[in-house]
T-cell receptor, first 115, second 116 residues
Framework: QQQVKQSPQSLIVQKGGISIINCAYENTAFDYFPWYQQFPGKGPALLIAIRPDVSEKKEGRFTISFNKSAKQFSLHIMDSQPGDSATYFC??????????????FGQGTILTVHP | DAGITQSPRHKVTETGTPVTLRCHQT?????MYWYRQDPGHGLRLIHYSYGVKDTDKGEVSDGYSVSRSKTEDFLLTLESATSSQTSVYFCAISESGGRGGRETQYFGPGTRLLVL
């Protein structure tokens, strides 16, 4: 059972364009939503994260938009650069308790930014 | 990769053989996780540990076992490898395990396993 659904599977954007990746979740107990970036041959690395008490979080060119009522969140990459070409994963977890920070990941989006 | 090493980095094995993957951390983090990454599935949690000798199953634990005898080492064993276990395996560590608002997991470089 896939509790976090991510789309699209792949995305091609021109340099300077906006990349948008969407995720939807089912478990209403999720209260932490990170995005991970993975380059070929490397492990994923935390890019940006959001909690449901805010609707948007921005760090440089990267913005997370969060819609709690729709149980959806998205990553926007402004002014996309060839160096942003990577695989992006959304994830979700329940903070604290006996969840021990276990992350549930989306299926991943392969982003290609053409020069 | 945040003081995390995985060994071996690549392995080819035959169906039916046992395989052990090692994750070693130098961060003294309490929480450790094993994930597998497959196309179309993202990363899926196999097992995790919330302390020395304290482990539990994730969503895809069948055919896998783990052990943690020291804070720094978390071993993943494929008891009898099958072709369906061909995958890339990632170890991750966390300082807080989700408490205190610091849920960041740091991932190792991965082990690419091929089961023939």
């Amino acid at each position: 059972q896939q509790q976090v659904k991510q789309s699209p599977q792949s995305l091609i954007v021109q340099k300077g364009g906006i990349s948008i990746i969407n995720c939807a979740y089912e478990n209403t107990a999720f209260d932490y939503f990170p995005w991970y970036q993975q380059f070929p041959g490397k492990g994923p690395a935390l890019l940006i994260a959001i909690r449901p008490d805010v609707s948007e979080k921005k760090e440089g060119r990267f913005t997370i938009s969060f819609n709690k009522s729709a149980k959806q969140f998205s990553l926007h990459i402004m002014d996309s650069q060839p160096g942003d070409s990577a695989t992006y994963f959304c994830a979700a977890s329940e903070a604290g308790g006996t969840s021990y920070g276990k992350l549930t990941f989306g299926q991943g989006t392969i982003l290609t930014v053409h020069p | 990769d945040a003081g995390i090493t995985q060994s071996p980095r690549h392995k080819v094995t035959e169906t039916g053989t046992p395989v052990t993957l090692r994750c070693h951390q130098t961060e003294n983090h309490r929480y450790m996780y094993w994930y597998r990454q497959d196309p179309g599935h993202g990363l899926r949690l196999i097992h995790y540990s919330y302390g020395v000798k304290d482990t539990d199953k994730g969503e895809v634990s069948d055919g896998y076992s783990v052990s943690r005898s020291k804070t720094e080492d978390f071993l993943l064993t494929l008891e009898s490898a099958t072709s369906s276990q061909t995958s890339v395996y990632f170890c991750a560590i966390s300082e807080s395990g989700g408490r205190g608002g610091r849920e960041t997991q740091y991932f190792g470089p991965g082990t690419r396993l091929l089961v023939l």
